[in-house]
């Protein structure tokens, strides 16, 4: 099996094919931010598209590329881009949440997350937590200034991390609902529900407005 995901590892290109397709969940959701990005921008016959925007496209296409590779055809990088592709996809999140764009810090601190993952393998539990609880608190502080009730695309990320939460728990190696060699895999699940979140999240408008970037 492999590491905590629990899906039996096969012989063939794919190793763990249910978890390998689910992961182009987040290629999927890359395609639907984009759309969805470049739609509003019509309407309001804007020339340029929200930089955290334009950032999350291009991190949920190198978390797509990173978990396919890592749970598919496993080649000796599969391991540094899965895990550098998703501290990128969380630094992406947290900067949105926070109405900071992304903008020169912002790839700095991307390029720095990416590094770390990649230097220090080791650490990479420790640096994910660390993202995932900065984004838990921004929006927790987000929240408590917002005065208008939560919308549709709060609502989603919330339902759909939540429920992928649950089925990362329960669906990890030696876990009540893993079962190896189910076609039908929790952490599969996991997959499309973070994609449906990251895509939820980043969609929305940041706090701070539109801060954006050529969409050339």
Known sequence: MGGSDCELLGEGWLAQPANAWSSTAYLAAAAYLAAAAYVASRRASAETLPSATVAGVVALAFVSIGSVAYHGPQPAWADAAHDASIAALLVVVLL?????????????????A??????APGLVAVLHGALAVAVVGVERRRRRRRTSPPSVADRVAVAALGVGVVLFVLGRTGAPLCWPSS????????????????????GRSSPRGNEGVSAG
């Open 96 to 112: 949105h949440a926070g109405g900071a764009g992304f903008r020169r810090l912002g790839g700095m601190l991307a390029a720095a």
């Open 114 to 119: 990416v590094g770390m993952a990649v230097a």
């Open 183 to 202: 076609p039908a895999q929790p952490h599969a699940g996991w997959h499309v529900a973070t994609a449906v979140a990251a895509a939820a999240a980043l």
